[in-house]
């Protein structure tokens, strides 16, 4: 008889794990340019891309001549799932008074708490890798400093001028313009004050700068606003992405896209976020619902990207 694999042995709360996995934070952005791609292995290789898709082969043939070959795709390393997981409890006493079957809208806000400790985890990660210089080429990557940063409203800034660079720069590499554009909770608050975008927008009717309204005059698919907040060493309540603003062409697609030349992914393990069958604790007087996720954010494309670091002072 063949060994059951590990998402054949665990036993599921079916209930509590679509739960699990239909949640979502609307302070998480992460996955806009990570998007999730299911994997069956908790390891294996990185499909990374290069600018193959736009070169100009030798496609014609002569009668008995060798077809010419092309291949789209490598293997850049290898990538390990990280596995992250806690115990959703809840009380017996709050299960009693709750006037619900079986206390499942009681082990459902737990699971969505856990799902919010989990997320929030997945998201600092995100942001890091995407917010570290050293992951750009130079033509890939601005630090902006004293007038030309977007919290300067002295005429000198351009917010607009600096992301058309940033797309033009993608589409030289990869001949695609970048579709997305992530911007800290911070930025976005000096941007809806920004003379130059408020004089593009003020006859559109608008009277509020928007995400959509920043997508439509910048020309990609969606603006993204990260809002999420984490405590860093000091007790202090930090923007999760800082003072930057990421471009990058991204989509979603699944491990076998190969010859997309896709920003980045998030590798998760097929069926996760999971949440166990719960079990009673007599002593804690609670019953407990393990929450696991495994996934690992990965670079597959940096020249699909574009970095701006200190975008406000």
Avoid: C
Avoid at 105 to 132: M, P, Y
Avoid at 257 to 267: C, K
Wanted: hydrophobic letters at 40%.
């Amino acid at each position: 008889m063949p060994q059951m694999t590990p998402s054949q042995a665990r036993v599921v709360d079916p209930i509590l794990t679509e739960i699990a996995l239909g949640y979502s934070n609307q302070d998480f952005v992460g996955d806009a340019i990570f998007p999730s791609v299911p994997v069956q292995q908790r390891g294996g290789k990185i499909i990374s891309f290069t600018n193959d898709d736009f070169r100009l082969f030798t496609t014609a043939r002569a009668p008995g001549a060798n077809t010419a070959r092309v291949q789209f795709g490598y293997s850049s390393g290898s990538y390990t799932l990280e596995q992250h997981a806690l115990e959703a409890v809840v009380p017996w006493e709050l299960q009693h008074e709750a006037s619900v079957v079986a206390g499942v809208q009681l082990g459902a806000a737990a699971v969505r708490k856990v799902q919010n400790v989990i997320g929030l985890r997945l998201e600092k990660a995100q942001a890091d890798i995407s917010t570290t210089a050293g992951s750009y080429a130079a033509s890939n990557k601005v630090t902006l400093s004293g007038t030309a940063q977007w919290s300067d409203y002295s005429g000198t800034s351009s917010p607009s001028k600096d992301i058309e660079t940033a797309k033009d720069a993608i589409r030289s590499q990869i001949g695609k313009y970048a579709n997305t554009v992530v911007v800290s909770a911070s930025v976005m608050a000096k941007l809806r004050q920004h003379p130059t975008i408020i004089d593009r927008v003020k006859y559109t009717g608008r009277d509020v700068v928007t995400e959509d309204l920043l997508a439509s005059l910048w020309g990609v698919e969606r603006v993204v606003v990260g809002k999420a907040v984490y405590l860093d060493a000091a007790g202090t309540l930090t923007d999760v992405w800082g003072k930057f603003v990421v471009v990058a062409y991204t989509v979603p697609g699944t491990k076998a896209d190969l010859g997309e030349p896709t920003y980045g992914y998030t590798y998760r393990l097929d069926g996760a976020p999971y949440v166990e069958q719960g079990y009673p604790d007599k002593n804690a007087k609670s019953d407990i619902y393990p929450v696991t996720d495994e996934a690992i954010p990965v670079l597959t494309s940096a020249s699909a990207g574009y970095l701006i670091s200190a975008a406000i002072a």
